[in-house]
């Protein structure tokens, strides 16, 4: 069974800096797409950033330069290394285990429990 586990949220004031983790179990890992979304209070879930089996990545707008998504095969985990941090970056953080077909992202089933991010002053 596709288990993902994120971890690495908390409260951090404007400006700072957080790692995100998202460790899979149960899959072969190292041949699918990653992606990470968010979502904040009253809005949609939304993809902040995806990794390709291959380590191409592609961005949100309003995270691109601030956001670097990472991936260690060998660990079978996924990172979401995010600078800069503004009060709008607030939201509950997401990992997903996916495909990309013709440039395109496609989310998959599995999704994780989710690890809080807050940034406020």
């Known amino acids: 069974q596709v288990q993902l586990v994120e971890s690495g949220g908390g409260l951090v004031q404007p400006g700072g800096s957080l790692r995100l983790s998202c460790a899979a179990s149960g899959t072969i890992f190292s041949i699918y797409a990653m992606g990470w979304y968010r979502q904040a209070p009253g809005k949609q879930r939304e993809l902040v950033a995806h990794?390709?089996?291959?380590?191409?990545?592609n961005y949100a707008d309003s995270v691109k330069g601030r956001f670097t998504i990472s991936r260690d095969n060998a660990k079978n985990t996924v990172y979401l290394q995010m600078n800069s941090l503004k009060p709008e970056d607030t939201a509950v953080y997401y990992c997903?285990?996916?495909?990309?077909?013709?440039?395109?992202?496609?989310?998959?089933?599995?999704w994780g429990q989710g690890t809080q991010v807050t940034v406020s002053s």
């Open positions: 990794i390709t089996s291959g380590g191409s990545t």
């Open positions: 997903n285990l996916g495909v990309v077909v013709g440039g395109r992202w496609n989310a998959g089933d599995y």
